[in-house]
């Protein structure tokens, strides 16, 4: 069974999508922006810009293969298990755009000026849970039908997603010291829990130099 569902095409999607998402983190690495920068001085005040151009033309073809490849269906929501996955879904679209007004997005896309590393945004959904969007990507991603090739990009995913998470988490850590040592300890990760949130006083104390 495992042979049936995970054929050497997924395997090799699979691949794709590691490799994808290895490239992605390691552009993104400070070290890796640094030298771009000094090697090529022009591309300083673009890098971020020209990496969102590269990971969207990247990612396009690695999506049309994930749907179109002739994998083995494993599950579809069917009755009033669509209305609850698709409600799920939506939900969580809403959510990534309403939580993105804590953003400067034409910082986000490479559009304009990097605010100070002290200056970050806190949407009211960082109160339940330190990484709102991966959080709500992840809900998306296994609310929806799923075949063999879907299976392996949400699995891809989800474990850079944990990685990616940790390693961000360090990053602020080295940013923001104590302040986000505190945060980290109070408000969990990637999955909300109820009796671990932060307080509205406390919320509106990080704002402006919390986490991202």
Do not use: C
Not at 171 to 178: I, M, N, V
Request: hydrophobic share 50%.
């Amino acid at each position: 069974m495992i042979s049936e569902l995970f054929t050497a095409d997924v395997m090799w999607l699979g691949l794709a999508w590691a490799a994808y998402l290895a490239l992605h983190s390691l552009l993104a690495a400070t070290a890796v922006k640094a030298h771009a920068a000094a090697r090529w001085p022009a591309l300083g005040q673009r890098y971020r810009l020209a990496y969102n151009l590269l990971a969207t033309a990247l990612i396009l073809p690695l999506l049309a293969a994930t749907e179109w490849l002739d994998a083995r269906p494993l599950w579809s929501w069917d009755g009033i298990w669509a209305w609850v996955s698709n409600g799920l879904g939506a939900l969580a679209l809403a959510g990534i755009v309403w939580s993105s007004r804590a953003y400067d997005l034409r910082e986000f896309l490479g559009l304009g000026p990097r605010r100070p590393l002290q200056v970050l945004g806190l949407s009211v959904a960082h109160r339940f849970v330190r990484h709102p969007w991966y959080f709500l990507g992840l809900v998306w991603l296994w609310t929806r039908d799923m075949d063999g090739a879907r299976l392996m990009a949400a699995a891809v995913i989800t474990v850079y997603v944990a990685i990616g998470s940790y390693l961000e988490d360090r990053k602020l850590e080295q940013t923001h010291g104590a302040a986000y040592r505190r945060y980290r300890r109070q408000v969990p990760g990637l999955l909300p829990r109820p009796w671990r949130y932060l307080s509205r006083s406390e919320y509106e104390r990080l704002r402006g130099r919390g986490p991202g």
